[in-house]
C-alpha cells in the first residue's frame, strides 16, 4: 500500500499548481482522499477532502474557492488544484486515504500516508 504525492514546486504568488497523489497496492476507489499541510513550526492541517461513499468535500475555509480536489479512480490517482496561490499556501503537502465515508477532513480519520510534496509560494 503506497501513495506518492507529486507536482510540488515554486510558484508566485496568485499562480496555480496542480499536486497528484497515485496509490499503489490498493484500489482508491473504496476509500476516501484527503490532502493535508504543514507549514514550519505549525500543525499539521487539513486542507481538502473527498468522501468516497458520497462524494461530498471538504475545505478549509482558507483555500475554500480557491482549492479544488478531485480524483480519477480509473487512473488511481487524486489531485489538488490550487489557484490563486499565496505565500500563506506555502508548505509541504501530504496526500492521505481513509475509510470509504468520512464527515470530517481530520488526519485522524486517515490510514494511509505518502511522503509529503514542498510547495513554495514566493516572487
Known amino acids: 500500500v503506497q501513495l506518492q504525492a507529486s507536482g510540488g514546486g515554486l510558484v508566485q504568488p496568485g499562480g496555480s499548481r496542480r499536486l497528484f497523489c497515485a496509490a499503489s497496492?490498493?484500489?482508491?476507489?473504496?476509500?476516501?482522499t484527503g490532502w493535508f499541510r504543514q507549514a514550519p513550526g505549525k500543525e499539521r492541517e487539513g486542507v481538502s477532502c473527498i468522501s468516497s461513499s458520497d462524494g461530498i468535500t471538504y475545505y478549509s475555509t482558507s483555500v475554500k474557492g480557491r482549492f479544488a480536489i478531485s480524483r480519477d479512480n480509473a487512473k488511481n490517482t487524486t489531485y489538488l488544484q490550487m489557484n490563486s496561490l499565496k505565500p500563506e499556501d506555502t508548505a509541504v503537502y501530504y496526500c492521505a486515504a481513509g475509510p470509504s465515508r468520512i464527515v470530517v477532513c481530520n488526519s485522524i480519520v486517515m490510514d494511509y500516508w505518502g511522503k509529503g510534496t514542498q510547495v513554495t509560494v514566493s516572487s
Open positions: 497496492g490498493f484500489s482508491l476507489d473504496a476509500y476516501s
